[in-house]
């Protein structure tokens, strides 16, 4: 850690940009395969009931920032991330993301109850997925906050993902897509919250290269993630 001068907000963003450019997942060769059109429905499907496991934490890993924020301005909006996935408190489940999820799985032709089991998550995916939820729940809001700024990059990797998934693989019925049509924005919106907490939050040099390790941390857990899904490419049907 360092002494020196914190950045300017801008120094800062930068630097996330620039190391997310080199280390975030839309580099990873599985999602270039996905892109190119590449993957046989089995490792689409594999993906997607492995992200699953990692969809259904996001609530989880949301609590426990939540726990740790100070005043109730904070925890208000914070709230609205976990209801974006369990679905509204008024609503009846059917309109959140896990909802969401599980129907992509269903238009892949995953079944419902498979993936609500659990079963046939890869260990590396586990491993990751409890990774990112022991991190959010030890860590101060300043960090883990800071973990969630990967969705700086993920609506335009959704977006990328739409056009390729209508292109290349026909077979998925687009209702499925929907997860991720309606992500793109809350990803913007959630992406731009976080780093306005991040930039008023760390005031000096070493808060910011804090920020910079988490944000570094959960490009590498995303990163494993796929290659826990990418290397099971050769075994068996189930995983
Ligand atoms: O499909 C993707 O590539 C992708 C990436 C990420 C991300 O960068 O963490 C998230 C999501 N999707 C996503 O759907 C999502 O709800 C989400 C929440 C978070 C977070 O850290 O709070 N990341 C992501």
Redesign the pocket.
């Known amino acids: 850690m360092s002494a020196e001068a914190p950045w300017p907000a801008a120094g800062l963003e930068e630097r996330l940009r620039a190391l997310g450019e080199e280390r975030?997942?839309?580099r990873h060769p599985f999602?270039l395969r996905m892109h190119e059109g590449l993957l046989s429905p089995q490792e689409l499907r594999r993906w997607i009931l492995n992200?699953f496991h990692?969809?259904r934490h996001?609530p989880v890993?949301?609590a426990l920032i939540l726990a740790r924020l100070g005043t109730r301005e904070l925890r208000r909006s914070w709230i609205r991330?976990i209801h974006?996935?369990d679905g509204a408190p008024d609503g009846d489940g059917r309109d959140g993301?896990i909802e969401r999820?599980l129907r992509l799985g269903e238009a892949a032709g995953l079944d419902r109850a498979r993936l609500l089991s659990g079963e046939d998550v890869l260990p590396g995916v586990r491993l990751a997925v409890d990774g990112?939820v022991n991190f959010c729940g030890s860590r101060p809001p300043l960090e883990s906050v800071a973990?969630?700024?990967?969705?700086?990059?993920?609506p335009d990797?959704?977006a990328t993902?739409i056009a390729a998934w209508e292109r290349h693989y026909p077979w998925v019925e687009p209702e499925g897509l929907r997860?991720?049509r309606v992500?793109v924005g809350?990803?913007r919106r959630?992406s731009e919250e976080?780093l306005g907490l991040v930039h008023r939050w760390a005031r000096t040099r070493a808060d910011q290269e804090r920020v910079l390790a988490a944000f570094a941390f959960?490009c590498d857990l995303?990163w494993s993630l796929l290659d826990a899904v990418e290397h099971a490419r050769e075994t068996s049907d189930v995983r």
Request: glycine share 6%.
């Open positions: 975030y997942h839309h999602n992200r990692y969809q996001i890993k949301d991330r974006d996935h993301g999820w990112y973990s969630s700024l990967t969705e700086l990059f993920a990797l959704m993902r997860y991720f992500r809350q990803g959630d976080a959960k995303l």
